[in-house]
Nanobody, 126 residues
Framework: QVQLVESGGGLVQAGGSLRLSCAAS????????MGWFRQAPGKEREFVAAISWSGGSTYYGDSVKGRFTISGDNAKIRVYLQMNSLKPEDTAVYYC???????????????????WGQGTQVTVSS
């Protein structure tokens, strides 16, 4: 069982930046593919970014390409989502997700991931 804890959310003005962090409680994230999703009120959960367990491959949703960057630390303890040039439409609860079966399923689909964090709120004001 993997327990994921997100942090780093908050309120920021449009054009600003935030860095989200995701840590696994009591263990490393070695051999896990990792993803970030977001969900705004009244909308479906949306893919934001993902990174393969080796760190060699990254994937981004069209709406965040060129603005967001996913990365992991060398110790495979935390995964980060650097968010730049934030827009009001980025406002959502952001969820970290882990898949213990690397290379299985589509990185873009929530169904690939078997562990989820509780989410952290990101609010971008105009």
């Amino acid at each position: 069982q993997v327990q994921l804890v997100e942090s780093g959310g908050g309120l920021v003005q449009a054009g600003g930046s935030l860095r989200l962090s995701c840590a696994a409680s009591g263990r490393t994230l070695r051999s896990h593919d990792m993803g970030w999703f977001r969900q705004a009120p009244g909308k479906e959960r949306e893919f934001v970014a993902a990174i393969s367990w080796s760190g060699g491959s990254t994937y981004y949703g069209d709406s965040v390409k060129g603005r967001f960057t996913i990365s992991g630390d060398n110790a495979k303890i935390r995964v980060y989502l650097q968010m730049n040039s934030l827009k009001p439409e980025d406002t959502a609860v952001y969820y970290c997700a882990a898949d213990s079966r690397p290379y299985s399923g589509s990185y873009y689909s929530p169904s690939k991931y078997d562990f989820w964090g509780q989410g952290t709120q990101v609010t971008v004001s105009s």
